[in-house]
């Protein structure tokens, strides 16, 4: 069956389509809803999941149950979102990227890494828009991608693995944001002790981790994104102010480039690789942002939105990979704030607003396996307990990451771990898997050839920056490597 002839198991027209997504929006989704012959609906229940949303779970909806009209954003709001989701902790860690790979090669991996990612994306995009036109659907998210493209394909074989391959997405999202989060809790901690040791004597780290915990508890409770919007914005403020004055502090007293390593070890480059590829983080924020986009199509392009402002993001993770290396040598720290002096108003300042600039981030982060796994949770309890269990869940998962960021608490290697994991599959071997099923008989071998390169690259990258990550983790525990 050729891929022409998967087209039609999936589509409807456009009457139909409007229904449907109301009716998949409701949760009222059922096969008889949807045209159907009794051999494709296995096909159309992988496109439209019977999903079940309340009025109090989304600003997307009215309380008379009827959808809000839709608010598309501009280019310039796409810009600004982009840059909001690609820029956050991972771009303090990469002075410590630049230590584990040298000053020069470092940079010039930035400038490699940056152009496979952003070529990554530009592939997922593209697909999505395929499918899209495959389907006659208004829009896809990472998951339904990638269940799409399998469902869709020509091959049996192939279309037998598309509810694997929405799973493998969703686990590694999980994965990638609740690593997130145990990264923010770390963060915080390690620069809340260094700013009150300073004042009020050493205390213990894991105190001011169980300080923040009863703040992220909280915070994790608020069920409606609406409500996080304002937060977000002011995130966004803190955080660009304190990028602005962490650069006054690293402009300074710079030392000559040649007192810098120019490579540091083959045996240190899979942390790099780690810590790099997590601070490229925003590959799951895109297909998002397209689709609410006004003009979807300027997304693409050589100076489409997501060009601009992946080269804006790529300068900046240059500019402080460089100058935080540059200033502060081998003694730079999982996150460059913790170099910045302790007894300076200044420095403490921007300490505070990272910190909270982090903090408030958490709940945007922390939205989106909560998203994914309380559909998961409700299938299996009666209606009357879904909000006991939509909190039971939530408190569950801020206590995982809780656990986990007491465990480990080394910024660098947490850092580097969940890079390596999550961030190489999403960002790298994902995209280029996707794009081969979806071209199927119609993809060239020099595409096909491209696609095999990024996913061993991804591959590789993902074996030895975990195998790094764990054994230095290891060491750590058994008192071979100091805190």
């Keep these: ?11 409807c027209d456009r009457a139909d389509e409007s229904s449907v ?49 839709d608010h598309k954003i501009s280019n310039t709001d796409t810009i600004i979102h982009l840059l909001k989701g690609n820029i956050g902790p991972g771009i303090l860690a990469l002075p410590d990227a630049i230590k584990n790979s040298g000053l020069v090669v470092g940079n010039i991996g ?27 659907l208004p829009f896809l998210t990472y998951s339904d991608v990638a269940e799409t493209c399998f469902a869709t394909s020509s091959s049996s074989r192939l279309r037998a693995f598309a509810s694997t ?15 997130f989060c145990c990264v923010y809790f770390v963060f915080i901690s390690q620069n809340l002790q260094q700013i009150f040791d300073h004042y009020y004597g050493e205390i213990n780290y894991h105190i001011y981790m169980a300080i923040i915990l009863l703040p992220m508890l909280l915070l994790a409770s608020i069920r409606n ?8 914005m002011l995130a966004n403020i803190l955080q660009f102010i304190g990028l602005g004055i962490i650069f006054y ?7 000559y480039t040649w007192e810098r390593k120019k490579f540091a070890s083959w045996g240190q480059l899979p942390l790099y690789f780690g810590t790099a590829i997590y601070a490229f983080e925003g590959i799951g924020v895109v297909l998002p942002l397209e689709n609410q986009m006004k003009t979807p199509a300027d997304m693409k392009g050589w100076n489409g939105v997501l060009n601009t402002s992946m080269i804006i993001v790529s300068c900046l993770y240059i500019a402080v990979g460089f100058f935080g290396y540059l200033k502060y040598g081998d003694s730079v720290t999982g996150s460059i704030t913790l170099n910045l002096p302790v007894n300076e108003f200044l420095a403490t300042l921007v300490k505070i607003m990272m910190s909270l600039a982090v903090f408030f981030t958490y709940a945007l982060q922390f ?56 961030s190489s599959t999403l960002a790298m071997m994902a995209p280029a898997v996707i794009d ?22 991804g591959f590789f990258g993902f074996i030895t920056g975990s195998y790094v990550s764990i054994r230095n983790i290891i060491k750590y525990f058994v008192g071979e490597d100091e805190p």
């Excluded at 109301?22 to 096969?31: E, F, L, M, P, T």
């Design 110 to 136: 930035l400038v490699v890494m940056a152009t496979i990612c952003v070529h990554c994306m530009h592939m997922l995009v593209n697909t999505s828009q395929e499918l899209c036109r495959r389907t006659n």
């Design 165 to 179: 391959a929405r799973t493998v997405i969703d686990v590694f999202l999980c994965i990638t944001q609740l690593g």
């Design 367 to 422: 939205y989106v396996p909560v998203d994914l796994l309380n559909p998961f949770i409700q299938r299996r309890i009666s209606p009357q307990n879904y909000l006991k269990a939509e909190y039971a869940l939530r408190f569950s998962l801020v206590m995982l990451t809780f656990g986990l960021a007491a465990a480990i608490p080394k910024l660098d290697l947490f850092i580097s771990l969940v890079g390596a994991v999550s």
């Design 225 to 232: 994104l609406k409500y996080l919007s304002p937060i977000s």
């Design 249 to 255: 502090y690293l402009f300074q007293d710079l030392p």
């Design 436 to 457: 081969t099923v979806t071209q199927g008989e119609r993809c060239s071998w020099p595409r096909a050839f491209k696609n095999v390169i990024l996913f061993i690259l």
């Design 1 to 11: 069956m050729s891929t022409q002839e998967a087209e039609p198991l999936i589509s």
């Design 21 to 69: 997504h109301h009716k998949r929006r409701s949760g009222v989704v059922s096969d008889a809803s949807i045209p159907s012959s009794p051999e494709v609906v296995r096909a159309k229940k992988i496109i439209i999941p019977d999903i079940s949303i309340s009025d109090d779970d989304s600003d997307l909806f009215s309380n008379a149950g009827e959808d809000v009209p």
